[in-house]
């Protein structure tokens, strides 16, 4: 297979981490006989400092003609502590969903046995946790209307959904549902807010659909105490894109580490594969990153495309690290690989 | 002191277990020499099922005209899982806090030494851990304007922050920082959303009046996760409604058991005490629900009115009684009480 591929990878630790995707991604090619071409845009805080936008439209042209995007990280601690800036290397990730119409965000929670005992959380309340979350990426409050009073003293944001934008993740994580343990868990707030009352109702309709996954409903208070008490009883989580963004972070370090874990964000002609856990800039250059998160989106992104095998490689050579202890700092503290020699285990083992 | 106090103890376990509240307040009334008088107000389903409006204006008045008001818990299964219908029992709640001003929703968070060992957190995450929730419960998109399309099929809510909407609380959080460990973390979502980024901009202003107190900035996301991974690390945590609903919910888990936690909503006339658990209608009736955060809402409330001896009376029963294990099921599998009698301990005790 030929595959065209954006590589945006960012700012902070972004870089470092998506050079071990390629290299594990020019390893599968090799071994499986395929050809990816690797095409880099920018993005993001670097984007800003060397054109002035989070979003290059030559980045933005890159992602529309190509395959898929790999995503590294974006944002930068001197935006964050600014409120009055004007342009934010956020933006251009956020636009990037918008334009490529990247609707649903999947990311997969699972614990892993070699993993478990370096979660927060106790052994016997996280083991067997297998979660798929499927979170609504270009609606909500994320993109409602923004107001700030020309006097800079009341400000607010709309939080809108159309039952259209509804339904279309709803049928996605339906499907994904019948394909494991047929359990969907709509987390809402729809004993407050109106949006919330339609996402009831129209996932309520749909379900009629779907008959063999068993529906129910959580308020987004609750969902994020389940997480913690009992993880192991979600499946499918569904959810609109700031609850999305909260119980997604909440549940990604109940696995033991929040750098093994990837994600894809899909829509009805582009998809875009990245991992969950930022730009992480205290960390930037200086070897520790774990790539794992990254080389895990690359194994996401070849499985989007029905490569099933050359993912499972992915992952085994990714077991095999874990397995073996040949890891960052943050899962071995007391011989540690550098991400570059943790990439190219990986890469061999392929 | 002679105190008039509301009693709303609304649906499912909120009656028994608010009778244990005012038991324990006659106890200290008789031991301390005060008189509280208790008026009965019905709000949630209940007032809907005999009135048909979940806060009716009897209710309303009688909470105007009292110096505090004791909840107990609102919400009934059948109004959930019914995105149509127009009158729900939180509707009571919302508005008794905007109509009472209650801007301030405050929520004590600390893991108690005797049930470090319940919390689904490891004991050496979560020792030491003692945190001040100050949650703003007046604004945000709980109270902005809600609209459904006439044909259904686009529902929105706005998230509205005003200045003084945030200056008053910020001025509540930094003084109780100033009292404790002098540590302010503000939650919220600045590289998103525009009214965060309005709470940010105001608190740092205010900041500058207490510089004893040591700000920092958590993007709500972050905060899911820190809160899981490092809940030690915070002090007091300021945040808007919503996030905070979310925040402190999952906070309310790490301490090993949501039956101990309490509540005080303040504003500038008005004050409320509440357990944070909610109705639990699984358990109504059985005599299985915990008193203990009901019996410590009563005593936020004697707090308020600077009643601190009276306060501690009541604390130090609390944790008699968990030290001898005198308590319900939550936290007591092998030979617990039910909700009277662990009420009758304490009281007793006092
Ligand atoms: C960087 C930020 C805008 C983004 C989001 O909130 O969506 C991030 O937290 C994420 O979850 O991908
Ligand atoms: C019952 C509900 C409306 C309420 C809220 O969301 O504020 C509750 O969850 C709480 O936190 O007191």
Not at 3 to 15: E, F, H, R
Not at 123 to 133: C, K, L, N, P, V
Request: overall charge negative; hydrophobic content about 40%.
């Amino acid at each position: 297979m030929k595959l065209d591929i954006a590589v945006l990878s960012g700012d902070g630790i972004g870089p470092e981490v998506t050079a071990q995707a390629i290299k594990t991604l020019d390893a599968i090619a090799h071994t499986f006989n395929h050809s990816f071409i690797f095409k880099e845009g920018l993005v993001g805080a670097i984007a800003i400092d060397q054109t002035g936008n989070p979003l290059p439209d030559e980045t933005l042209e890159l992602c529309v003609n190509t395959d898929a995007v790999l995503f590294g990280a974006i944002g930068d601690p001197k935006y964050d502590n600014n409120p009055s800036a004007t342009v934010r290397p956020e933006q251009g990730l956020l636009k990037l969903r918008k334009e490529l119409g990247l609707y649903a965000n999947i990311r997969p929670v699972k614990a892993y046995e070699t993993l478990i005992d370096k979660s927060p959380l106790k052994r016997e309340i996280i083991e067997g946790t297998d979660i798929s979350i499927y979170r609504e990426l270009t609606g909500g409050i994320y993109f409602g209307e923004k107001k700030l009073s020309k006097d800079g003293t009341v400000a607010s944001d709309l939080c809108e959904y159309s039952k259209e934008e509804i339904e279309r993740i709803t049928h996605l994580a339906f499907k994904a549902a019948q394909k494991r343990r047929k359990k969907l868990t709509l987390v809402d707030k729809a004993n407050v807010l109106e949006s919330s009352r339609l996402w009831r109702k129209v996932v309520t309709e749909i379900a009629t659909q779907y008959s063999d996954v068993a529906l129910d409903f959580l308020f987004v208070d609750n969902a994020a105490m389940q997480m913690i008490l009992n993880p192991s009883q979600f499946d499918v989580i569904l959810t609109e894109n700031m609850f999305g963004d909260i119980i997604s972070d909440e549940a990604s370090v109940i696995g033991g580490s929040i750098g093994l874990l990837a994600s894809a964000s899909v829509g009805n002609t582009c998809c875009m594969f990245e991992p969950i856990h930022g730009s992480y800039p205290q960390a930037t250059g200086k070897g520790i990153a774990n790539p794992i998160a990254a080389i895990l989106s690359a194994a996401m992104l070849l499985e989007h495309f029905n490569l099933l095998g050359e993912a499972n490689a992915i992952r085994n050579a990714v077991e095999k690290a874990l397995e073996l202890n040949l890891t960052t700092p943050d899962l071995n503290s007391t011989n540690p690989l550098t991400t570059e020699k943790v990439g190219d285990f990986i890469a061999d083992y392929i």
